[in-house]
């Protein structure tokens, strides 16, 4: 019986954190699941990238670790307005998954809610592996490449994050 | 030729003022609608309650008061994005009503454009009353649980209410 | 222990039929959730009244049989794009129900995957207590009052039902 | 006082028809209002053409008939789930009208229980002014342009509006 | 070849801003679009009036500038959840357009990486040109009415703006 | 330059014809992408199962077929209401491709209006590779278990996929 794990993120960006911990989880289970989260999101402060951006950095952050990816599901979740029926919507969206890896205090509490494991990923409290920390980087020019693997950095590179991210965060002065 | 008011309120969670407007509202008119707005939320600070809860805490807590529930009509109300349609929306959700009872300020204004009579209930100037205060003393272990009817306690007890707002309070400190 | 049952059905129009399926269903628990699904739709050939028409007509449908109203819940609920979620949506919309009762394959697939106990209502074999069968004799002027309790007729007259259905019939001969 | 009548169809696409309409309803109102329903419609059988191309199309249309434009307002109406409030939707997308002009039987139904007064245009009993005959001509490469106004026909070869009829035309016998 | 150029803002009143910027783009292209933002929203701070409403405000403030409305197309644009389709919403509302005005940095930025041309409108600077600043000043009782065109100024005392501002800014003291 | 081929499809369910052109296309490109369209649907005769049974399903059909899985994204792509927004809509969802695959007259038009490549994968002419008809003869009690991959059908089995569509295709007699 093959075993999976679903680790729930909103990937803005995939930086090493999240490759520690899909390695760890690919010792406790068969296969894993990302879950990206808030899919529909993009070209905002708090979710610069899309779904599809995201899906690529993370296969290619995986693959860069050495993760094979044929034990690897990636799959966007597009928010709910009602969190009560979140859980069977992700359910919907899944193969199959009997543990759940999540560091946000509503995920971990609607799957505790339906009777699922919760696991909170073991590490991370060190700031820099804080999606929130990386933008603001980002955005004030700071140092935060070598917070996201190398191939991540490629596609960032490709795809001007930097300048996406410090567009946005200019001030509407006008028209409203 | 029966008479209908509306009281529209979120609910989250319903508590003893609620109760006292109920009973007011009732003395006016012949039946009672309990509008229970925001009714797609759940699971949030602002909403930790579901529709379905909500309604089975209003009705017991009505109940427990002596208000005889064949009087009373308990509709949940989804939100709409667009507040120009929330009256029509609301209307053809429910039974229909003469007169509308709200605190809140766009409520009152969308029905009073619409040419509805809106009441504003006359009490709960106590903060006691307030859900806000209710929710904040809840996450913070403070006294109360006397501003709720005893069934609604009952109700809040089974579903681990409290748990379920400390929990939801947590600072997510990770994958994003 | 409180039990509940909740039976589940578009009620377009509420018939004779629903009120003595509602009398069996009591006979088995405490209290009924009357689920009135398709709650969005309206003004159509199949689903020609609001939600909140149908609340109003099942509720004094069901007084007039003599059931009592506080052993109720009419609940409406609106269709969601998604099926895998729909059984989710029908739990955070209604008090906790332990048995569900419908005709609708779709609605005892959706439950009996969930690991509800579904149980088909025992009769309506006859097609006179199909709605299908009602609305199309509404539309060709067929007899049809019979079929509908005394309280519900009168509320279909006054917000002249027939009227309704036979305009909406009528062929858009034009502007597309 | 400014009196507007609004004048709700498809548009799939604007014929002779239409614009005969529009000039008789500006002889009774100071400003006309055409709605474009199903707005978010496109690249169907029933609606082949994207609102801003309907859009662009009625206004040639218009001009080329000598209608002063500066008398005319264009307004895309999306589709809502709920017919019951589709009135409120129209309301708020447009400025305000007091006289509706429409043959479609909803649309007519709708309005007339929001109390306004409904006005079916009084001609196309012609089969040719129906949009669904000019959708039908194009696909089958029988004579359709003489039923559009000349500037619209010229939009509808820039967008290859027959190819893309045809080809939606076509059957999918293969991957599902 | 009929060149037009689309501004795109949410006209939380119109004002001689909007107007002057629409008369230097009329300068520069055929045609003007003006694109309607956020339109789905109303009776909120940041929003309190209805796509309709800004629509007539528009039109009246551009033809008492002077300017030939049958130059210009007003289209309304509610908002989507995806960002990352946003331009392509756009696309399908409006009649074709090349040049793009905005002083949003969101809208600048789908729009540059769509590969169209966007130009910042070149003044505004003056914060009496914002939006957020009259609607300030008309909650708080302030001097405002210059800042709009005359006939925006009749139809927002029509509409009694100033009262539905103030009613909305009211603190929401209770029930919930 | 990684060169990626997109094959869109419904894949309800995944069969041998599905998996034949994944083989050709990666003989073509260096990666696959296999959109699975209309993701949010299931519990259907249309649409049976949901986006997460079709996921494990296609992914195991393509590991039985020696396909090597790191070179393949899969990717839930759930129906937006408009058309025009669709191909945006699926270039957010997913790695960036320069080649369509599909034999569906909308998507084929649509990809085609964008700009895209579009090719009609050049075999399943034989209705056995016809989704409809597997579904068809589930239903029926036919012959179908050969159409799929071993790995699917066991998948199928242990969702029980055959009694979901029979359940599924049963006369609603009743409540409506």
Redesign the interface.
Known sequence: MVTRGI??????PPHK??IE?SKQILREVDELIVGVGS??????LENPF???ER??MI?KGL?EAGI???RV????I?D??????W???V??????FSAVY?????V???F??AGFKVK??PM??RKE????EIRDRMIKGKNWEQLVPKTVLEVMKEIKAAE?LK??????????
């Open positions: 680790l729930i993120g909103r990937f803005q954190g999240h911990v899919a529909q999101e993009s070209h905002t899309t779904a599809g899906i690529l296969s693959a094979d990816l044929s599901h990636i799959i966007p597009p709910v307005k009602n969190h009560a029926i859980v069977s919507h359910v919907s969206l899944s193969p199959p999540s560091g946000n205090p509503l971990k509490r609607l505790k809610e909170a990923p991370f409290k592996y804080w999606g929130a996406r567009d946005l965060s200019k001030t509407d002065y006008l028209l409203s």
